[in-house]
């Protein structure tokens, strides 16, 4: 199906990881691993916590116990720009494009890590974002403002700048809901082809078809527990869960 | 005695600031538009006071009557006119804010150009101090001014938690979906916000008329204490803006003891810097960071 | 006549590279300074008493001007820019307000109230500026390199950096930007180039008292930026031109009365800055351009 076990590298570990909000506990004892070149797919009811778990990692939000472990090092206190200079990278369900920015802009900036007020470089950089306006097919779009882009060139922007980033884990959160059947086959391609590469990828979709075609592993998460982890044919056939998932529990 | 004599102007000035605060922070507060021409409500409720009690002579009740008036409807033909028409179609917080700077610049002028650049004083019968103590001056608006906050706050909380209204405009702060839930619309309920947040100062500007004077651009130093009120006392927190204008106003006074006057000012600022450092989310604040 | 125009030429300079420094950050970067005139300030007051007591180079007395403003926004800056927007135009409001009450007080360094006279001019390689004509040949000269500088950064990494996090801090953060830094430098950035301004003001008037550095100049510098167009690399030039040629321009309606044009000028760009920002928010060379989202 994927890459061989010996080489599924584990990249990002989570232990025992527990956050909650004055009373409300919104991650409850959660441990999972994700593995490189595998896509991962988080699924689970509404408010189940699955953002909340993509902020635990990305440092948006801080745990309440527990540990991130990447690259084998512990992502304790550290700032979501830093995470980001480590390797991570997510997407944002409204997706939070650079909108006055053009196609171009939006990836380049990605790629310019620096604070400085200038840096080198730039003869690279252009070449890469020609590679990645490729891939997505927005090479046409190159100088349009983000803001004047149609729906699924929006959804493929977002994916062009995790691809510009780097990143060895992707987290993206709904990416590919509401796009028609032909974008879709694209970016399944797409995440295939980077998942191939070595990439770490964790997804929250809603869609079950999507989450069928897209996953190597589900994990089903329920008021902040990790209910099941596996492959998607175990997770999405298991009556127990489709119960919980569809709301049928009191 | 020194220090007593600050004391009760810094009530008095606590108790205005209070009032002017907790108007800026009712409307920031529940439409998140900041309204810098709060102080320009402010200017035209005190001018209009002025023009028709110390000019035209007409009876105080009526006077009062017609600054509410006109502040209420700078408020909500504001809100109506400027801020509705940008907020639908962009509604940044930097156009909204530019559109306001603009409204209270031209305000402050005209008031300028109309009436005189310099300050105005409405003397009433109860302005004149009297020695209460030896070295101890309090006229007796001092007593009407803090007991007239009190009685606007408690109708503004009686407001707020025992109206439908009320009810609903809490909601507005907290989440505005949630309100076209009970059928009310976002828009309306955004009018009746300007209407009282307006409302409140009329008083303060009234009672600063008769205690230190009016002069065109007193509107700046009302939304300095504004801002500085809401940031202090909290985002959100009706109560904490109105408290924070009480401290502002008693430390403003209270520190002539040992600085100048000119310094007074900087004092206001000096508070709010070391909250921003320390304690943005204010005393009573929610938590302000993205 | 010409004695009149080169005056205004001079003056023209110096504000449109306050109204540029000012776009840098309100217009690329999203943020809101009220406090832009006290930068201005800061940089007149450091030359004239440089130049007074010390040396009367060019070099040495805009280095310092511009290091002091820098410096001193950072100040500000750092602790300001950790929360939201809203509180950063509190805080430029509040160094404004302090700023105007230092220059007035601190007699010693600024002469208190009545300013600093006889500031010499200033003095590059051997060649003293004292011909007004060469004068203006500085000035436009100053104006040029600090259009240049604004340009490259605007058009680079930096600009795209300013822009990404004003169109989304939350995504700029996400994607490695380091939001505070970056904030910070583009203030200091802006201050600086501002204390360039006051100096070259500052050795051209010859004599400066608090008066020019108020909120009311703060609010003019404001309204250059959002009248010639914000988030454009031209607008704030337009806008200094437009607004600096206003007084002039009323003048020549005589059914206006001579003592109220200040009021009126005022009130002018105060309806100017509403009516764009209902109807062309991108100010007059930016056009309907729409502002952030997220």
């Known amino acids: 199906m994927t890459t061989s076990a010996v080489e599924q590298e584990i990249l990002l570990q989570i232990r025992n990881l527990n956050k909650n909000f004055g009373g409300l506990q919104a991650i409850d004892d959660v441990t999972m691993d994700l593995p490189a070149g595998v896509i991962t797919t988080l699924v689970g009811p509404n408010g189940a916590g699955k953002t909340t778990l993509f902020n635990l990692i990305t440092g948006h939000l801080i745990p309440s116990s527990g540990t991130v472990h990447w690259l084998g090092k512990p992502l304790k206190g550290v700032e979501p720009w830093q995470v980001a200079r480590l390797g991570i990278a997510r997407t944002f369900q409204d997706l939070r494009l650079y909108n006055q920015m053009t196609v171009e802009e939006n990836i380049m900036t990605v790629m310019e890590r620096g604070s400085w007020l200038w840096q080198a470089g730039r003869k690279a950089a252009e070449q890469r974002v020609t590679e990645i306006l490729a891939e997505t097919q927005l090479a046409d779009k190159r100088h349009e403002r983000a803001v004047d882009l149609a729906y699924a060139e929006r959804k493929f922007l977002s994916l062009a700048r995790i691809m510009a980033s780097q990143a060895k884990l992707w987290l993206l959160d709904e990416p590919a809901s509401g796009l028609d059947p032909r974008s879709f086959e694209r970016f399944v391609t797409l995440l295939r082809d980077y998942a191939k590469r070595g990439i770490t990828i964790c997804i929250i979709e809603h869609n079950l078809d999507i989450v069928i075609q897209l996953s190597d592993r589900v994990a089903f998460l329920d008021q902040g527990k990790l209910l099941a982890q596996g492959s998607s044919e175990d997770i999405l056939k298991d009556p127990h869960l489709a119960a919980i998932y569809f709301g049928e529990r009191a | ?290 | 006549m010409i004695a009149y125009l080169q005056n205004i030429a001079v003056l023209f300079c110096i504000n449109a590279i306050l109204a540029l420094t000012l776009n840098f950050i309100m217009g690329y970067a999203g943020i809101f300074s009220l406090a832009h005139a006290i930068f201005f300030g800061v940089g007149a007051y450091a030359t004239a008493y440089i130049a007074m007591h010390a040396s009367d180079s060019l070099l040495l007395c805009m280095a310092a001007s511009a290091a002091i403003s820098a410096v001193l926004s950072m100040a500000l800056a750092l602790p300001a820019l950790r929360v939201r927007g809203e509180y950063f135009v509190a805080a430029s409001l509040g160094l404004q307000v302090i700023g105007v009450t230092i220059f007035s007080e601190w007699k010693s360094i600024t002469g208190g109230l009545g300013g600093m006279i006889g500031i010499p001019r200033p003095k590059l390689l051997g060649y003293t500026f004292n011909d007004d004509t060469a004068f203006l040949a500085l000035a436009l000269v100053v104006l040029g390199i600090v259009v240049g500088i604004t340009a490259l950064l605007v058009r680079g990494s930096f600009g795209r950096s300013l822009m990404a996090i004003r169109d989304s801090e939350s995504a700029a953060q996400t994607y490695g930007k380091h939001v505070n830094a970056i904030k910070t430098l583009s203030v200091a950035v802006a201050a600086g180039l501002a204390g360039v301004a006051g100096s070259l003001y500052a050795f051209y008037i010859s004599f400066i008292n608090v008066e020019s550095f108020m909120l009311e100049t703060s609010i003019l510098l404001m309204a250059m930026v959002i009248i010639g167009g914000t988030g454009t690399l031209f607008g704030p030039i337009v806008g200094a031109a437009l607004l600096m040629s206003l007084p002039a321009a009323l003048t020549y309606l005589p059914f206006l009365p001579p003592t109220e044009l200040g009021s009126i000028q005022q009130i002018i760009y105060g309806l100017a800055m509403v009516l764009l920002m209902l109807f062309r928010p991108g100010g007059l060379v930016g056009g309907r351009s729409k502002e952030k989202s997220a």
């Open chain 2, 1 to 290: 005695m020194l220090f007593a004599q600050l004391f009760i102007n810094g009530l008095q000035t606590g108790a205005l600031y209070a009032l002017i605060a907790a108007g800026f922070s009712l409307i920031f507060g529940m439409t998140r538009i900041f309204h810098a021409a709060h102080g320009a409500t402010f200017t035209i409720a005190g001018y209009i006071f002025y023009e028709c009690y110390s000019v035209l002579h007409i009876n105080w009740i009526v006077a009062a009557l017609a600054a509410a008036i006109a502040a209420s409807l700078f408020g909500v033909l504001i809100d109506r006119v400027i801020y509705a028409r940008i907020q639908k179609h962009e509604g940044s917080f930097f156009t909204v804010f530019v559109a306001s700077f603009g409204m209270a610049i031209v305000v402050q002028n005209l008031i300028a150009m109309i009436f005189d650049r310099g300050a105005v004083t409405v003397s009433t019968p109860l302005s004149k101090s009297l020695e209460m103590l030896p070295g101890l001056y309090v006229a007796p608006i001092a007593a009407v001014v803090v007991l007239c906050a009190l009685i606007f706050f408690m109708a503004l909380q009686w407001l707020l938690t025992q109206t439908n209204l009320g009810i609903a405009l809490r909601a507005l702060g907290e989440n505005p979906t949630l309100v076209e839930v009970y059928g009310l619309t976002p828009r309306l309920l955004s009018q009746y916000v300007f209407l009282i947040g307006s409302i409140l100062v009329v008083p303060a500007a009234i009672l600063t008329a008769a205690t230190s004077g009016l002069n065109p651009a007193m509107g700046n130093h009302v939304m300095l204490i504004s801002i500085a009120a809401t940031i202090v006392g909290g985002v959100g927190s009706l109560r904490g803006a109105a408290m924070a204008g009480l401290i502002l106003g008693m430390a403003e006074n209270l520190c002539l003891a040992v600085i100048d006057p000119q310094w007074s000012e900087a004092v206001t600022f000096v508070i709010l810097f070391l909250f921003i450092l320390f304690r943005p989310g204010g005393v009573y604040g929610r938590a302000i960071v993205t």
